[in-house]
């Protein structure tokens, strides 16, 4: 059997799904296994899968109704807990691409360090070649190390794609069917189970800027998802004590959730969401303060100004000066 199976969830990709498979195929290590989840794409995707299934015999086709991103991974997990004696998994979305080291490189960071996840960096691109892989030793650092790191892979850590994992880490863990930020909800769960991650500094996955995909789409109800998703986090580490995690999470739900509101306050057609959206940033506001991510001061203004905006700039100064005075930030 394979040792490392690669998930690509296939869906209205037909222009970019042929470079994608093209640079799995491509692959320096060929012990692999390679599952393309159609799911239920209205296009030729799933033809094409099925033809690259007749001509090379490590590929295997799952055709399903549409369930969106998360529903196809895990008919990908599922496929490899039911089918698959492989001891990794890898994700690649269908309009990305790889390295032809990307498999070697990742598969040889766990062998060498003992990690049960491997990351390398992402190279965000609109259509052009990676750069040159680098083989140089992987770094073993500890999952608060890692995730919570902003030079780290430019603090993308969360995204589920450009690692390499241990199976055992998805045995009881699936993507959330039906929500937008699938990865902020998902990938944190697997490094903090994994406890370390052995890390690449080179960039081995093209992450392309799809023009036409969802996440650049205007704002809609579904990208509360991720303010879900940050809640979640702080939840989770307060109940482990990562506090990491805990700042990481705090910080970057007042930024989200100031960010949602604005987009949000672009279109009329919402206005029915901007209430909900300024309470999101007031807890947030509250939970930054809390835990000494995101301190009251002049500094932070701008968004209690959001948060508040029936309140004038003098009464915030004078809350910030009260602050101040019984020992806050």
């Not at 691409?97 to 990742?106: A, F, R, T």
């Not at 603090?155 to 241990?166: E, F, M, P, R």
């Not at 996440?215 to 990562?242: D, F, T, V």
């Not at 939970?287 to 500094?299: E, I, N, V």
Request: aromatic share 12%; with cysteine.
């Amino acid at each position: 059997m394979a040792a490392i199976s690669v998930i690509v969830p296939v869906y209205k990709v037909e222009t970019y799904l042929h470079r994608c498979v093209d640079s799995i195929l491509n692959q320096s290590f060929r012990d692999f296994e390679l599952i393309l989840v159609d799911d239920g794409s209205p296009d030729n995707c799933g033809r094409i899968c099925d033809d690259y299934a007749g001509q090379d015999h490590r590929i295997r086709v799952i055709h399903q109704e549409n369930g969106g991103l998360s529903a196809a991974r895990n008919a990908g997990l599922d496929w490899v807990f039911a089918h698959s004696k492989s001891t990794w998994l890898t994700f690649v979305d269908s309009d990305d691409w790889v390295s032809p080291e990307y498999l070697h490189l990742l598969y040889q960071a766990v062998l060498n360090t003992g990690c049960r996840i491997s990351a390398c960096g992402l190279f965000r691109t609109s259509g052009e070649g990676l750069p040159e892989a680098l083989r140089q030793q992987p770094e073993r650092l500890d999952a608060e190390a890692y995730y919570c790191s902003p030079y780290i892979h430019g603090g993308v850590t969360a995204v589920a794609c450009s690692k390499l994992y241990h199976r055992s880490l998805f045995q009881n863990l699936r993507f959330p069917v039906g929500k937008l930020h699938e990865d902020e909800l998902t990938t944190y769960l697997a490094v903090y189970q994994a406890g370390a991650v052995a890390v690449i500094q080179g960039q081995l996955y093209a992450y392309f800027q799809n023009p036409t995909g969802i996440m650049l789409s205007q704002w809609n109800p579904k990208r509360m998802h991720l303010l879900e998703a940050m809640e979640q986090q702080i939840a989770y580490a307060k109940q482990r004590g990562y506090p990491g995690l805990l700042r990481k999470a705090s910080e970057q739900y007042v930024y989200c959730a100031y960010e949602q509101l604005n987009a949000a306050a672009a279109l009329p057609e919402q206005r029915r969401f901007w209430g909900l959206l300024r309470r999101k940033l007031r807890r947030a506001l509250a939970l930054g303060r809390k835990h000494r991510a995101f301190p009251f001061s002049w500094d932070t203004l701008w968004a209690y100004e959001r948060a508040y905006p029936m309140k004038p700039v003098w009464w915030l100064a004078q809350r910030i000066k009260e602050t101040r005075s019984k020992g806050g930030s």
